[in-house]
T-cell receptor, first 113, second 114 residues
Framework: KAGVTQTPRYLIKTRGQQVTLSCSPISGHRSVSWYQQTPGQGLQFLFEYFSETQRNKGNFPGRFSGRQFSNSRSEMNVSTLELGDSALYLC????????????FGAGSRLTVL | DAKTTQPPSMDCAEGRAANLPCNHSTISGNEYVYWYRQIHSQGPQYIIHGLKNNETNEMASLIITEDRKSSTLILPHATLRDTAVYYCIVRINAGGTSYGKLTFGQGTILTVHP
């Protein structure tokens, strides 16, 4: 079956702009979570959505937001971009089996100039 | 979630077993040990998880000590494609309210040499 799909894979923005990233989870998975990965901070949890509701949130400023649609697809938005937002943004989906395993997408690499 | 400690880097010869240790001395009774790996520029990939018994799947084996304070991930016959960052994560399993939240440490960079 198809994996987790993230679009776009690469994008370049300038400071002050905003960006929207998209994630399509594995069919049947209702949980979608987002992570930011930078060389300095490593992999950090942003937020998680389940059935269109944000269930958990990491320690990021309010410029980072997300949403989930009824088909479980998710988007995250970063407003007023800063240079430090340059990162690989990863999306993961999870089904609600006992294993509680996350399947990650390939990520969206954002460069802020 | 309990904190984990891993060596920053390890080397292994191709075809040999790679044994990656993880210390999780503050693990609680309902926390599982999960291993993920991340090959350069890709998303993390699930490898294996366990509670207290040793586990084996097609990718690896997981050995958890009797006191559960440490574990070892074993790749029985490492190949060049196993070169990656390996993350040991301890967390509560399904049934909680944090399915999607994983706390990643710095992991171990495993380099497999020809």
């Amino acid at each position: 079956k198809a994996g987790v799909t993230q679009t776009p894979r690469y994008l370049i923005k300038t400071r002050g702009q905003q960006v929207t990233l998209s994630c399509s989870p594995i069919s049947g998975h209702r949980s979608v979570s987002w992570y930011q990965q930078t060389p300095g901070q490593g992999l950090q949890f942003l937020f998680e959505y389940f059935s269109e509701t944000q269930r958990n949130k990491g320690n990021f400023p309010g410029r980072f937001s997300g949403r989930q649609f009824s088909n479980s697809r998710s988007e995250m938005n970063v407003s007023t971009l800063e240079l430090g937002d340059s990162a690989l943004y990863l999306c993961a989906s999870s089904g609600h089996s006992g294993a509680n395993v996350l399947t990650f997408g390939a990520g969206s690499r954002l460069t802020v100039l | 979630d309990a904190k984990t400690t891993q060596p920053p880097s390890m080397d292994c010869a191709e075809g040999r077993a790679a044994n990656l240790p993880c210390n999780h001395s503050t693990i609680s009774g309902n926390e599982y040990v999960y291993w993920y790996r991340q090959i350069h520029s890709q998303g993390p990939q699930y490898i294996i998880h366990g509670l207290k018994n040793n586990e084996t799947n097609e990718m690896a084996s997981l050995i958890i000590t009797e006191d559960r304070k440490s574990s070892t991930l074993i790749l029985p016959h490492a190949t060049l494609r196993d070169t990656a960052v390996y993350y040991c994560i301890v967390r509560i399993n399904a049934g909680g309210t944090s399915y999607g939240k994983l706390t990643f440490g710095q992991g171990t960079i495993l380099t497999v040499h020809p």
